[in-house]
């Protein structure tokens, strides 16, 4: 289908939601300039991560399962609780292995499974870190699970074991798509990024990353108008399934914000916008009317419940508009042509 689109600036904005601002660093290898240093003070004034005799954090050197089973216990744990363990069962760890009691904690647990082997020195993937930090603090696996679409290139699969984390770890507001279009799972973490997503994860609980999911998904909804005026529809797609998952992250985190649940509704609308684009793409033009019906419904819900996005809904419906008058328009150029 022809689309006429413009981009949109969205004004999804709640205020004092963002996480604390750290001034100095208490490493010397760790500056304002570094993306993670706000994380890496966070964590270090948690206790939940430590720096080295040296003063320093070493925040690019790789984050190994040694590390992350330590990080993971402690937020469930106290340190007097963790060296009580006694038990032996994994064969590779060394009695005297500063991290053996860390490992033998995560798997009373249940951060990781019992095995033969733990492989301390290995370095740990993203996936693996988001299904062990949102599993040791609770977080159901179900959640979103009416979700099914693709989220990037390299997770468009729902039946892989790692797409259930990096479905939550969207609405969670622990991590994003790149430029590339990916979401990277198996990106192994330096200890820089193990803080990042650890902090997130905090300031998510603590009702502080609502601002982050919005914004994000007003990223992932001008992504959408683009990829459709390039007729890139599975990116399109991709993108309207990371908006959704953004705004039903925020709604979970803050329910009776009205903008948070007008913001929901704008998503669903992006969404049968670019179901309906499929549709009138493949010719199936009486999917592609009701779909386009759709999408202007759900934007004059997000109107009633908020006029903040009075403005944003109305573009929606001049766009759900434009394909339902092009929809009409097919369906009786079709019924022109039929033989009598």
Request: contains cysteine; charged residues 25%; aromatic residues 8%.
């Amino acid at each position: 289908m022809r689309l006429l689109l413009r981009y949109i600036i969205i004004p999804f904005a709640i205020a004092a939601l963002s996480g604390p601002c750290f001034a100095a660093s208490s490493f010397s290898d760790v500056s304002e300039k570094i993306p993670e240093s706000a994380a890496i003070e966070f964590v270090r004034s948690q206790g939940i991560m430590t720096g080295n005799p040296d003063g320093t954090f070493k925040p690019g050197s790789p984050f190994t399962r040694a590390a992350a089973a330590k990080v993971l216990v402690l937020t469930k744990m106290s340190d007097a609780q963790v060296k009580a363990v006694s038990e032996r069962t994994f064969g590779d760890i060394p009695d005297d292995a500063w991290y053996r009691v860390y490992a033998e904690a995560a798997r009373i647990t249940g951060i990781v499974g019992s095995a033969p082997s733990f492989n301390g020195d290995r370095t740990v993937k993203q996936a693996e870190f988001l299904k062990m930090l949102l599993s040791s603090q609770g977080f159901d696996p179900g959640a979103f699970s009416e979700i099914r679409l693709p989220l990037a290139t390299d997770a468009s699969d729902p039946d892989t074991w790692f797409y259930t984390w990096m479905r939550l770890g969207i609405a969670n507001a622990l991590i994003q798509v790149q430029q590339d279009g990916k979401l990277s799972p198996d990106k192994e973490l330096t200890r820089a990024n193990a803080a990042e997503l650890v902090y997130r994860l905090a300031m998510y609980k603590a009702g502080k990353r609502t601002q982050a999911l919005l914004s994000e998904e007003e990223s992932e909804l001008v992504n959408i108008l683009k990829m459709l005026e390039v007729k890139n529809v599975a990116q399109a797609e991709m993108a309207s399934a990371r908006a959704l998952l953004a705004a039903r992250g925020a709604h979970a985190s803050k329910p009776s914000v009205p903008i948070v649940q007008s913001a929901v509704k704008i998503s669903e609308s992006f969404r049968a916008l670019v179901r309906a684009y499929m549709a009138g793409s493949d010719g199936q033009f009486d999917d592609a009317l009701s779909l386009a019906k759709e999408a202007w419904a759900l934007a004059e819900k997000a109107k009633q419940i908020s006029p903040e996005l009075q403005d944003l809904a109305t573009r929606v419906q001049t766009i759900a508009k434009n394909m339902a008058d092009q929809a009409r328009e097919m369906l009786k150029e079709g019924a022109q042509a039929s033989p009598k």
